[in-house]
């Protein structure tokens, strides 16, 4: 079965604080994704990686960025966390072309 | 750019069939996803269609129209383990990125 895993569940932290998520994933995947959850909008991609090092941005990468320094971990980062950025953030790992997996979430609360 | 619509909830009997839809208008296209989505939990894939016509799955079927941008997940048998949220999705032509619809929430009552 394919696992992938988000360091927490659920997270507090205060505005203007440095954020990281992380998403491990244990199929060798190539492809990683980054996605925001908000009630009515569905689900919206904020980085992609194809490959360790490499990125693109999603519709939304804004305020965020991503580091890919292992095949299977992507990190997601939130330089001074906004109020805007309180969700459900959601990993995803993929084979090139293929469907993609999705981690439990990591549902952030910025106070 | 990409255009995803599906109806933001609807409600269903247990037994009975529902028929979800999804309308979209997208800049390229490479196939479409359904997962499945239950409160608190990870979207999970149910189907996939990259060509037109009808695919089965037990108690799930998903139907694609490319000429008129249209899909729909068909459910049978409604159980109330059923309830949670569909979401609709097309993959860009590369074949990595996929786009989402809103969710559709589907609550099955007794």
């Known amino acids: 079965d394919v696992k992938v895993t988000q360091s927490s569940r659920y997270l507090v932290k205060r505005t203007g604080e440095k954020v990281f998520l992380e998403c491990v994933q244990d199929m060798d995947h190539e492809n990683m994704f980054w996605y925001r959850q908000d009630p009515g909008l569905g689900l919206r991609l904020i980085y992609f990686s194809y490959d360790v090092k490499m990125k693109e941005k999603g519709d939304i990468p804004e305020g965020y960025s991503v580091s890919r320094e292992k095949k299977e971990r992507f990190s997601l980062i939130l330089e001074s966390a906004s109020t805007n950025q309180t969700s459900m953030y959601l990993c995803?790992?993929?084979?090139?072309?293929?469907?993609?997996?999705f981690g439990p979430g990591t549902r952030l609360l910025v106070l | 750019g990409q255009n995803i619509d599906q109806p933001t909830e609807m409600t269903a009997t247990e037994g009975a069939i529902v028929q979800i839809n999804c309308t979209y208008q997208t800049s390229g296209f490479n196939g479409l996803f359904w997962y499945q989505q239950h409160a608190g939990e990870a979207p999970t894939f149910l189907s996939y269609?990259?060509?037109?016509g009808l695919e089965e799955k037990g108690r799930f079927s998903s139907f694609l129209s490319r000429s008129k941008g249209y899909s729909y997940l068909l459910l049978k048998e409604l159980q109330m383990k059923d309830s949670a949220s569909y979401l609709c999705a097309v993959r860009d032509n590369a074949g990595n990125m996929l786009t989402f619809g809103g969710g559709t929430r589907l609550m099955v009552k007794p």
């Open positions: 269609n990259v060509l037109d």
């Open positions: 995803a790992s993929s084979p090139p072309g293929e469907t993609q997996y």
